[in-house]
């Protein structure tokens, strides 16, 4: 993650404005322990509502470092009188250890997104806390908002139009947006430009970069092969890769600590990263020769901690046991069957019609560049079981919801049970030049692609869930 300036600064709360680039979809973890981190969470914005010091000194004393009360009883009660009441208007786990909370303030006016980052080897202990200004106001960061509430679709539809068609115009959104729920879809539209160069608009068969929503297309090869009987969670590596380069991770770590990265594999983004020719990683053994030698960052099934490659190790199990390359297998086992035929793993070089180019204001060690440019450089060639697989907006639709209706999963496999009925969850993906999330709250489903930086497609797609639900 990088920090990043923000159009506006609080100071008295030393706000800071997180970008995350690979975005860890949800239910990979222990999912009582985030429904206990989304309590603290929900717990410090009640202590800082109450305005009381010594409420606050109450809850800072279970879940935050130590400290006198007069090292921060002033920012406190600086930061109550310029945020004023803090109302919940949703909450998002971006990753494990990860917790944001969609926020209106009354002091401002205007919407905050609050970051609660726990410290991995005490789960109950918040890290650090900050905010993203744009959670849904006018200004740099966000994107403005419309009132797109009341009446049937045939109202709610030109009211989305002109919204959508007046982001694009004003540079905020460039992408395609869906909404459905159990009945169907309600609204599909695109607006801005899959090529700026040669003026090509985004249209509804556009595909785009859908970054880590990718790697539930790995979980459900893995869970499918577990319920077929070829894989076991408690499986080592070793079992299915004898010859993996690290005798630690062959012998300890297990094929559920990867699924919940608790395996202690390290990320891509190491010196290597920035040394390797991106068109160089194109397959799965392009990356275990140089990431798996590399020592366990920590004690399998000690501490959680995101990466990418933890993803690609599954690939290469799904490989072995299915003797298909990953691709093969996922577009075999799971585009095929829900009719996704519009999405696939395509070459960055390869002529492929109708993909969205990426644009991105970021460099490749994650630092702002002045003007926009092509993504083609910062990302692999091709994608593979940690994500950068191309999708339209409605064959992601089919994807989900071929999920809620058990198509690829049953019984406890299925981390979309309950579907249109259950609790608000949010998948996402992003990275630079691409932004992608699919939201399922209040039996609606809203899914935002797009081909810019992120938190593009999570400003949106907050937007879009609470108007649909008024």
Known sequence: MNPLSMSRTLAPFALIAILTFASATVAVADAGQEARQEAIAIAWIEAHNSADVETMAAFRAKHFQLSEVKDWQSSFESMVEELGTLKVRGVMIDASGQIKVKVHASGLDESLRLGFNFDADRPDQIRMIGADMGGGGDGEEGIPTADISGGDWSERSPKLDRYLAQLAADGYFSGTVLIADKSGVKYRKAVGLASREFSVPNTLETRFDIGSCNKDYTRIAILALRDQGKLSLDD????????????????????????????????????????????????????????????????????????NYGYTVLGAIIEKIS??????????????????????????????????????????????????????????????????????????????????????????????????????????????????????????????????????????SDILAEGVER
């Open 236 to 307: 080592k590596v070793g079992r299915h890769l004898p010859d993996y380069p690290n005798e630690r991770v062959r012998n300890e770590v297990t094929i559920g600590q990867l699924l919940e990265h608790r395996s202690g594999l390290g990320d891509y983004f190491t010196d290597e990263w920035f040394d390797t020719p991106m068109g160089s990683l194109r397959e799965i053994e392009d990356y275990i020769p140089i990431w798996g030698p590399k020592p366990l960052l920590h004690e399998p099934g000690s501490r959680e901690y995101y990466t």
């Open 323 to 460: 003797g298909e390359r990953f691709d093969e297998h996922v577009v075999r086992t799971i585009f095929k069957p829900l009719g996704m035929t519009r999405t696939g793993f395509f070459e960055t070089d390869a002529v492929v019609p109708d993909v969205a180019v990426g644009y991105t204001r970021i460099n490749f060690d994650g630092s702002p560049r002045e003007r926009v440019a092509k993504n083609i450089y910062l990302e692999p060639a091709k994608g593979g079981p940690w994500g950068k697989s191309y999708a339209t907006v409605d064959d992601m639709h089919r994807f989900y919801t071929g999920i809620i209706d058990g198509k690829l999963l049953s019984g406890e496999s299925n981390f979309l049970a309950g579907g249109w009925d259950r609790g608000g969850i949010a998948l996402a993906g992003g990275g630079p030049g691409l932004s992608a999330t699919m939201r399922l709250e209040g039996g609606h489903m809203v899914i935002v692609l797009a081909n810019m930086d992120p938190p593009s497609s999570e400003l949106l």
